[in-house]
């Protein structure tokens, strides 16, 4: 059992930054890929980033590739989502997503099994 607690969004002017944190409870972090998705209203979720449990190994979306990067700190059971050049595009509730099954992170929402409760980010023009 996992319990995933996102923190660090907030309201932003495009262009702007922001630093998500998740942090895990329990001893076994290093045994979960990691995801970030988020979902604006009327939207379905989407997959914004993934690190694999070691943390060498992530993945993007076109959407965010060069602009957001997922990392992760195994000791301190937490992985982070920094986002640049904010996009008023980029609004919407980010959360993240612990799997127990895949070595790599994968964009299917239905693989993760664990999910926090959001953290909103609001991205202005």
């Known amino acids: 059992q996992v319990q995933l607690v996102e923190s660090g969004g907030g309201f932003v002017q495009a262009g702007g930054s922001l630093r998500l944190s998740c942090a895990a409870s329990?001893?076994?972090?290093?045994?979960?890929?990691m995801g970030w998705f988020r979902q604006a209203p009327g939207k379905e979720r989407e997959f914004v980033a993934g690190?694999?449990?070691?943390?060498?190994?992530?993945q993007y979306p076109d959407s965010v590739k060069g602009r957001f990067t997922i990392s992760r700190d195994n000791a301190k059971n937490t992985a982070y989502l920094q986002m640049n050049s904010l996009k008023p595009e980029d609004t919407a509730v980010y959360y993240c997503?612990?799997?127990?099954?895949?070595?790599?992170?994968?964009?299917?929402?239905?693989?993760?099994?664990?999910w926090g409760q959001g953290t909103q980010v609001t991205v202005s023009s």
């Open positions: 997503a612990a799997d127990s099954l895949h070595l790599l992170a994968t964009s299917k929402p239905s693989d993760y099994d664990y």
């Open positions: 329990g001893r076994t972090f290093s045994r979960y890929s």
């Open positions: 690190v694999s449990r070691s943390g060498g190994i992530a």
